[in-house]
């Protein structure tokens, strides 16, 4: 009976009912979108660096696990890691930022890089034909509606994409290692080495040797497994305050919205608040009309938010660059519901206080 009650009031106010569920719907979305985009980005970077295919990965001091180092070590290190135990092939890389964008240019040895990720040939074209040619991934093929034979800008310069490979191979866009050295101002140097073993069991004993060697000191050197391992949020000091704030501010906007509904609810029923009483109501009664409203509107905007949050993915697909990733946060359904509801229950209490302090013959008497 409750409930029924419920569903009417609700109905009879659809264009209010249905704002509040649009708003708690972009409140949950928020959430969502945050989420997914720093788990989906996070994990889109783990996957380019096992896409290596290294063992071992050897940075410069002050490197972050994320970060784009700069060219610190000499590219002669490479040859003194080959003569080190237990490794059997080692190459490297420079790294270069597309301007603004959160994107770079990673310059190889293709056949060095092909023998510790297993290959790198393309699925559409070839690898560096010509001396201005470039190679990008599927994902920013598919984002930048390019294709083999087209021309692009990066780096100030105009390339021809010769060549188009899987995703997951340490970047998305892919220049000769001398080549993009020289345009960098960083010949003989590289911003990463990467070291494949002779054996994986002997991969934890040549980390070891490596960090005790005294020309290595303060160098970062981890196995892959270790280096996946840091990219989680709990290692990016400043992304957890932010997921925190922009969960305080969906849990304001819950708020907010479910307060000025309910108030004005409150207001337009006094009457009927009144008759309820004067038949008997007690104040739990309704007071548990309005609480089950209000979880009605938390729940049915959760699921428009959870909704949503594909379609903010889609548009993060399209229109959010390649570096960017979203998933879809699956563990954070339930997470982003309960905020949304608490959000909403704290929005409802002071109208729910003021509709059962009401007296009931003055409700009667309210026109």
């Avoid at 896409?51 to 696990?65: F, M």
């Avoid at 290692?177 to 990463?192: A, R």
């Avoid at 729940?299 to 960017?324: C, E, H, K, P, Q």
């Avoid at 959000?343 to 209490?349: I, S, Y």
Wanted: hydrophobic share 45%; net charge positive; charged share 20%.
């Amino acid at each position: 009976m409750v409930n029924k009650l419920v569903i009417q009031n609700l109905r009879h106010r659809p264009v209010r009912t249905l704002l509040g569920i649009l708003a708690i719907g972009v409140e949950v979305t928020m959430v969502l979108t945050l989420i997914g985009v720093t788990n989906g980005t996070l994990s889109e970077n783990k996957r380019q660096k096992n896409g290596v295919g290294a063992d071992i990965w050897v940075r410069p001091p002050g490197a972050t696990a994320i970060g784009m180092s700069n060219a610190g070590m000499k590219y002669k290190m490479i040859e003194y890691f080959e003569k080190q135990p237990h490794i059997a092939a080692a190459t490297g890389s420079i790294s270069q930022p597309l301007g603004t964008s959160l994107d770079s240019v990673q310059g190889i040895e293709v056949e060095k890089f092909a023998k510790l990720s297993g290959s790198f040939c393309c699925v559409e074209g070839k690898v560096f034909q010509a001396p201005d040619d470039i190679v990008i991934d599927t994902r920013w093929a598919e984002q930048k509606k390019a294709k083999v034979g087209d021309s692009m800008v990066a780096l100030n310069r105009t390339w021809r994409i010769s060549g188009i490979v899987e995703t997951g191979k340490l970047g998305r866009l892919f220049l000769p290692l001398n080549l993009l050295q020289d345009l960098t101002g960083n010949p003989d140097k590289v911003s990463q080495i990467y070291l494949k073993v002779d054996d994986k069991a002997n991969i934890k004993a040549a980390v070891a040797h490596l960090k005790n060697d005294p020309l290595l000191q303060g160098y970062s050197i981890l196995d892959t497994e270790e280096l996946l391992s840091q990219l989680t949020v709990d290692n990016f000091p400043m992304i957890k305050p932010f997921i925190g704030v922009v969960i305080g501010i969906s849990v304001i906007v819950g708020f907010l919205v479910v307060f000025l509904s309910m108030y004005m609810a409150v207001l337009e029923r006094t009457r009927e608040i009144g008759i309820l009483k004067s038949m008997g109501a007690t104040p739990w009664f309704i007071l548990s009309i309005l609480l089950r409203e209000t979880a009605m509107l938390a729940i049915l905007g959760s699921v428009l938010g959870i909704g949503l949050s594909y379609v903010s993915r889609s548009a993060v697909t399209l229109y959010g660059g390649t570096f960017l990733v979203q998933e879809i946060a699956y563990d954070w359904w339930m997470k982003a519901t309960v905020i949304s509801l608490v959000g909403a229950l704290l929005g409802t209490l002071y109208p729910a206080w003021k509709a059962v302090r009401q007296d009931a013959l003055e409700a009667l008497a309210y026109d």
